[in-house]
């Protein structure tokens, strides 16, 4: 079992910037791929970057060159730069994480939300 920890959502204004964290704990050993969705009221949830244990990395197309993921190994945490927020970033944040120990298993963040004024 893995559990996550997401903080850092909040109110901000388009234009401004917001870092999201996410902390495993647990089975840690395990996490191979690091990810964060969002949903938007509404709305599904759809993947917003991914990064993999050797560190690459994939973004969805709406938040390319504006959103950085990154992870922290020794910390096991996972963390969200966003920059140039505009409203359409709006929804609830989810931390997501892929182990293998023999099969797969995914677990989910509570969810941080993330509300972008115009």
């Known amino acids: 079992q893995v559990q996550l920890v997401e903080s850092g959502g909040g109110l901000v204004q388009a234009g401004g910037s917001l870092r999201l964290s996410c902390a495993a704990s647990?089975?840690?050993?395990?996490?191979?791929?690091m990810a964060w969705y969002r949903q938007a009221p509404g709305k599904h949830r759809d993947l917003v970057a991914v990064?993999?244990?050797?560190?690459?990395?994939t973004y969805a197309d709406s938040v390319k060159g504006r959103f950085t993921i990154s992870r922290d190994n020794a910390k096991n945490t996972v963390y969200l730069q966003m920059d140039t927020l505009k409203p359409d970033d709006t929804g609830v944040y989810y931390c997501n994480v892929e182990t293998w120990r023999g099969s797969y298993a995914t677990y989910w963040g509570q969810g941080t939300q993330v509300t972008v004024s115009s």
């Open positions: 647990g089975n840690v050993f395990s996490i191979n791929v």
């Open positions: 990064i993999r244990s050797d560190g690459t990395a």
